[in-house]
């Protein structure tokens, strides 16, 4: 499944606000739909590849022998998953999705994002 359509099919999940692709190595998103005023998804990219970065150290530094598969961050009003691509097929890339906590399925949406990512070819 290319990009474009990834992205679209992560849309159409219940409660999704805005997605995005991104390159955790220089924080910029290799594409994104959705977002808008309430969401600006370039800035979300930017930061959440801070976040990304952090774990990753963190995961080392406690020598667990593991790789983050996703991350979620809870909010008041929103869910934001973070689901990293296999490292050996995409390199550092995580695919980023807001959703409306109030209309989103959250075990669904990171069923369906885990989905994605394994399909997505960059």
């Known amino acids: 499944m290319n990009m474009e359509t990834a992205l679209k099919s992560a849309m159409e999940i219940d409660g999704a606000v805005g997605v995005a692709l991104v ?3 220089s924080g910029m998103a290799l594409g994104a739909m959705g977002g808008g005023r309430h969401l600006d998804l370039e800035l979300a ?3 959440n590849t801070e976040v990304v970065r ?21 909010l008041g009003k929103q869910y934001h998953l973070i689901r990293l691509l296999t490292s050996d097929r995409s390199g550092s890339l995580f695919l980023y999705l ?3 906590r109030g209309r989103a399925n959250l ?8 989905r994605l990512a394994a399909q997505l070819t960059v």
């Open 23 to 25: 390159d955790y190595e």
């Open 98 to 100: 807001a959703l409306d």
């Open 107 to 114: 075990a669904l949406a990171r069923h369906e994002l885990r």
């Open 45 to 47: 990219a930017a930061g």
């Open 54 to 74: 952090a774990k990753m150290r963190t995961v080392a530094s406690l020598q667990l022998g593991d790789e983050i598969e996703d991350i979620l961050i809870t």
